[in-house]
């Protein structure tokens, strides 16, 4: 059985053309004009796009006290609606649990995912166990990624004493840290600050992480990272002085690269004056949405290069969740929804405002991604060969999002009432029609772990450089090395 999507146009991170795509097996088989199969879809009028990959979410994840609501069922089912093809999910031992015990629990939260997916592994504490668990999971589960959260003190947070051993062991073993920069003791010490004179409202969840505390993590964790000799992600940055020090690195030839969301792009801190309690709490999330001037800073960084994927961050409460936090915003469920709204709301405000080209778009929804997480051109491109998580992509098609309708687990959505213009009329993941003119037809454990191999090139280089440029004792004539 064959498919062929015919008629289109396909749009690669660095090429537009028109031609037709047949599929096999699952896989690309042939690009080209006048291409027939068994099965035929229609893009005439569309873009044919590799299907998106959000490498930032949190399904059914165990946190401040309950669930997120999206599990690897509903969340995958919503990413599919919305044009993307494979998440990355974040694995999350407990602090003192193994890291392979972890991977257990996500191993059976992520049978029933609908697309394909990986995992990022996070580091929650230190100690032989995990330097050694690391190794495991880099070389036999295919997991080359792993995250520090610099923020949630007395949960999740780690030190830098204990950030800086494992960025050693990521360079060692070839793999990629990633960091949630906030700094955790300041946000703790000024929500203590905050609680104490009253301010109990989601309005003070903003007030208690400004740009500040973004900033001087993100600053931290790429100096450590180049101290260490490994590259360095920077999960949700969301503002101008994160970003700025994501620019600056990459200037100073520094392999880091930053990932904003959706939602910071699109939505700003007046959210959290909205007089319905509800309403604000919904979307509080760490970081917190900004002001204008960073939504600038972050269009700025995508159109220019120095921010790299779009993700979600995708970690649903439902507003009974939110609730924990009546009367103290810090019980408030850190997080927000956007897996089936990230492609529509990227393509209007970026493509249709002409902040970004449709290259661009596949760059940071797709294959950027892609190629930080050695994954291309298995995923990310539209060649023969590659997987054929394909999206075909409608310009001229418009909803208004609601939580009406929606895939998702939860009762809203924090886009409610936004209009957009482009949408996909089919997903396909790994040749399989996912969606059709805005009907899901969701297959429980379709689904595949992917594996990723380590020692992508960046690593190589700068492994290379660093070898180059190590420390090295001077030879004196007369004066032993070893001293006497
Ligand atoms: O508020 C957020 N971002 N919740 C999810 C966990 C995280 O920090 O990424
Ligand atoms: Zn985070
Ligand atoms: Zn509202
Ligand atoms: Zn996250």
């Keep these: 059985m064959t498919t062929v999507i015919k008629n289109g146009t396909i749009v690669t991170a660095d090429l537009s053309y028109e031609a037709d795509v047949l599929i096999e097996g699952g896989k690309i088989a042939a690009i080209g004009p006048g291409l027939s199969g068994d099965e035929v879809l229609d893009a005439t009028g569309c873009y044919v796009m590799p299907g998106g990959i959000d490498p930032h979410t949190h399904l059914e994840m165990p946190f401040m006290g309950t669930y997120s609501s999206d599990d690897f069922e509903s969340g995958t089912r919503a990413a599919l609606a919305g044009g993307t093809t494979m998440v990355v999910d974040f694995a999350l031992p407990s602090p003192g649990q193994g890291l392979l015990d972890a991977l257990k629990m996500w191993d059976n939260k992520s049978t029933r995912a609908h697309c394909d997916y ?22 036999e589960r295919g997991i080359t990624t792993f995250k520090h959260f610099m923020a949630y003190k007395g ?20 793999a990629i840290p990633l ?15 905050l609680l104490s004179e009253g301010n109990t409202g989601p309005e003070a969840h903003a007030y208690s992480r400004p740009p500040q505390v973004e900033g001087e993590a993100t600053n931290r964790a790429i100096m450590i990272a180049d101290m260490a000799g490994v590259p360095l992600y920077v999960v949700h940055v969301s503002c101008e002085e994160s970003h700025e020090a994501i620019r600056r690195a990459r200037m100073q030839g520094k392999r880091v690269w930053g990932e904003p969301l959706i939602q910071h792009l699109t939505l700003d801190e007046s959210e959290y004056f909205n007089a319905d309690w509800d309403h604000a709490a919904r979307r509080v999330m760490s970081p917190p949405f900004r002001n204008r001037q960073h939504q600038d800073s972050l269009w700025a960084g995508l159109a220019s290069g120095s921010l790299s994927c779009v993700a979600t961050d995708h970690c649903a409460f439902s ?7 009546i009367g103290d915003f810090t019980k408030i469920p850190n997080g927000t929804g956007g897996l089936e709204d ?4 990227l393509w209007t405000h970026g493509v249709g405002t002409g902040r970004i080209t449709p290259n661009e778009f596949v760059a940071v929804t797709s294959t950027n991604i892609a190629k930080i997480l050695n994954l291309y051109p298995r995923k990310g491109a539209v ?27 939860i009762d809203y959505n924090v886009f409610e009432g936004k209009q957009v213009r482009g949408l996909p009329r089919y997903t396909l993941s790994r ?15 379709w689904g595949e772990f992917v594996k990723r191999p380590p020692n992508g090139a960046v690593n190589k280089a700068l492994s290379s450089w660093k070898a180059l440029t190590a420390p090295r004792a001077i030879e004196r004539a007369g004066i032993p090395a070893s001293g006497v």
């Design 118 to 139: 990986s995992f990022h592994m996070a580091i929650t504490w230190w100690d032989r166990q995990v330097f050694d668990e690391m190794e495991t999971v880099v070389k």
């Design 155 to 174: 949960s999740l947070m780690v030190n830098d004493d204990e950030m800086f051993a494992s960025f050693r062991r990521c360079a060692e073993l070839g």
């Design 179 to 193: 960091v949630h920069a906030e700094n955790g003791d300041v946000v703790a010490e000024l929500s203590a600050k």
């Design 319 to 325: 507003t009974d969740q939110k609730r924990y936090g």
């Design 342 to 345: 990230r492609l529509p709301m």
């Design 383 to 409: 060649l023969v060969g590659s997987d054929a998580d394909l999206v075909v992509w409608d310009p001229e098609k418009t909803k208004t999002i609601s939580a009406k309708g929606q895939q998702s687990a």
């Design 431 to 445: 040749g399989r029609v996912a969606l059709a003119d805005g009907e899901v037809t969701p297959q429980e454990g």
